[in-house]
């Protein structure tokens, strides 16, 4: 996991740091996945969703912790999404959570060639791809 760093001077000028392996979170099933969470502060996590919780949901400044980020939703044919907040030194870090099923590929716009012309798809939904059809030119 790629780790990300913030960092913010916090009243009395010392610099603020976050230092959180969590990214993008795709989840295609209900499960756990685990993330690692340091902070120079205090900090709390929260979800603006429900079928997402997250443990612990708060810590200790200097301490790294695990969290564990549960998904308790099935997926359905379109996806879903939420974020995870990270509140810290008076500042809020946001990652999304995407929910869909595995054989989901998410399409926010997106250009098929046909007939010399174009087909445009934008959607918030998910489009199962079956195959890849080859188009000789």
Do not use: H
Not at 31 to 38: A, E, N, R, V
Not at 56 to 76: A, F, K
Request: hydrophobic letters at 25%; charged letters at 20%; a negative charge.
């Amino acid at each position: 996991n790629e780790e990300a760093e913030f960092v913010n001077p916090n009243c009395s000028g010392e610099a603020c740091k976050l230092e959180t392996s969590l990214q993008t979170i795709n989840f295609n099933s209900t499960g756990c996945k685990t993330y690692t969470l340091k902070c120079s502060d205090n900090w709390s996590i929260r979800s603006t969703v429900n079928w997402i919780t997250v443990t612990p949901s708060s810590g200790l400044g200097d301490r790294e912790y695990e969290i564990e980020v549960c998904n308790t939703r099935q997926p359905s044919s379109s996806m879903i999404t939420g974020q995870l907040v990270v509140d810290y030194c008076d500042e809020s870090e946001s990652y999304n959570v995407y929910l869909k099923d595995e054989n989901c590929l998410p399409v926010e716009s997106y250009e098929i060639p046909a007939n010399g012309q174009y087909l445009t798809i934008q959607s918030n939904c998910c489009v199962a791809v079956c195959s890849w059809a080859s188009v000789d030119q």
